[in-house]
């Protein structure tokens, strides 16, 4: 069985993370989307509120499975047996940062490997910082954001306006 990770921490969950998703999920048996704290970020959402969010997002795809993890992404990855990690790329900057993070972690753990998958034209701008930017300004993220979550971002933002 060949099984994918696709790692992030979906602060929120965009229409770009959930066609990476959905075409990743084409490739494998099974596709596991893990929501990853990073003690760098400040999130809008906790890790609980954005699992829900992925869950409800990819709910449709019998072949993904949403999990929360605190843990190394490599840990995770041995843990699950997975076969890669999926990540998408918008520019060469992410390219780059990706190619280091992949040495970085093969480095922790020989047998990680990593697929790279680009992002459509048409989502290629969107980033969770941008819907967050938008957003707390009371602009339309709903091109950016799935239709199933709108809402719920919204309401966050509009509490952050406050």
Request: charged residues 30%.
């Amino acid at each position: 069985m060949t099984s994918l990770l696709f790692p992030g921490s979906f602060d929120p969950f965009t229409r770009g993370h959930k066609d990476i998703a959905r075409r990743a999920s084409k490739i494998c048996d099974k596709l596991y989307v893990v929501v990853m704290n990073n003690s760098k970020k400040n999130y809008l959402f906790s890790l609980e509120e954005r699992v829900d969010m992925a869950k409800t997002v990819l709910a449709e795809y019998e072949n993904i499975e949403v999990l929360g993890s605190d843990g190394l992404l490599v840990d995770i990855f041995k843990d699950l047996g997975c076969n890669a990690v999926v990540r998408g790329i918008r520019s060469e900057s992410d390219f780059r940062f990706e190619a280091e993070m992949a040495l970085a972690n093969r480095m922790l753990y020989s047998g990680y490997d990593v697929t790279l998958l680009p992002c459509r034209d048409d989502l290629s701008l969107i980033s969770s910082s941008i819907v967050k930017e938008v957003g707390s300004y009371g602009g339309d993220i709903s091109k950016m954001v799935p239709a199933q979550i709108v809402e719920t971002v919204n309401e966050r933002l509009r509490k952050g306006r406050t």
